[in-house]
């Protein structure tokens, strides 16, 4: 079986785990710009960053048999210093036309604090103006439910940006429904201590349905697994669900929001 892995943070990764997800069939990945771990201090870190992100980690990817695209963003753990910010927010647009970005992600709250929803807004200014697909991280640190209704009602105000061409994601059982009403796509986060167990996600697949959805592992720095979708993949087989509708959720539905952007392929 074919997977797409659509929301995946490679660099923090190992080559091994290159190798493992090329056997298990996994050939296609697409990494968001999030948090290194550390707060940066500069917007010439995050330029070093994007570089690795759009040229160091596609090559490495290669190597092994997969398909590397990217997002580009600041992150809204480093949104608080308002200056930095901006700094970066004014080299991101030299990245954007490059070969194997699809658009502006993972951008969001982290603490739903006024300076993160004002980093969050100048962002979708940016994707509004550019035309960019949108990926956006919803918190977990501080009210979830609060957190993504106040993504929501920023977005709605950016009347540019319509909401099949923005994809919301770490979505958990209180939320999937909210997004859903808004006409946007619905992620959900395959991590082992915190977002969804597989067990819960297909739950969710089964209670909201199996369209404009993609599940992903988020792998990180933290404990958790690149393979989480093909084991996600399994619970959906052990439930007695058809390989067609398995394979619409691991691989089609990714690939329909993704090949929004001219840029992406299989």
């Known amino acids: 079986m074919r997977f797409i892995e659509p929301h995946i943070h490679m660099v923090s990764r190992t080559t091994d785990d290159y190798q493992a997800m090329a056997l298990a069939g996994i050939r296609t990945v697409s990494e968001p710009a999030f948090w290194a771990g550390f707060d940066r201090g500069s917007a010439q870190g995050f330029r070093d960053y994007f570089n690795q992100l759009t040229m160091t980690e596609r090559a490495r990817a290669a190597l092994y048999g997969v398909k590397h695209h990217c997002w580009i963003c600041l992150n809204p753990k480093e949104a608080e210093d308002l200056t930095l910010a901006r700094e970066v927010l004014a080299i991101i647009p030299e990245f954007l036309d490059r070969p194997s970005v699809l658009g502006i992600g993972e951008i969001g709250l982290n603490k739903n604090s006024r300076n993160e929803l004002t980093v969050l807004e100048?962002?979708?200014?940016?994707?509004?103006?550019?035309?960019?697909?949108?990926?956006?991280?919803?918190?977990?640190?501080?009210?979830?439910?609060?957190?993504?209704?106040?993504?929501i009602d920023a977005i709605r105000n950016f009347k540019g940006i319509t909401p099949d061409r923005v994809l919301i994601d770490h979505a958990e059982e209180h939320t999937a429904g909210v997004i859903r009403d808004a006409g946007f796509w619905l992620g959900l986060t395959l991590y082992p201590t915190s977002k969804c167990s597989p067990a819960r996600a297909i739950d969710l697949l089964?209670?909201?349905?199996?369209?404009?959805?993609?599940?992903?592992?988020?792998a990180d720095w933290g404990i958790s697994d690149p393979l989480a979708t093909v084991k996600a993949s399994e619970e959906m087989r052990r439930r007695g669900h058809p390989e067609a509708l398995i394979e619409k959720v691991f691989f089609d539905n990714p690939r329909a929001f993704l090949s929004q952007s001219p840029k992406f392929s299989v």
């Open 122 to 151: 100048e962002h979708l200014a940016l994707a509004e103006q550019r035309g960019e697909l949108v990926l956006v991280h919803t918190p977990h640190l501080e009210d979830k439910l609060k957190g993504t209704r106040l993504i």
């Open 206 to 218: 089964e209670t909201h349905g199996t369209d404009r959805v993609w599940l992903n592992s988020a």
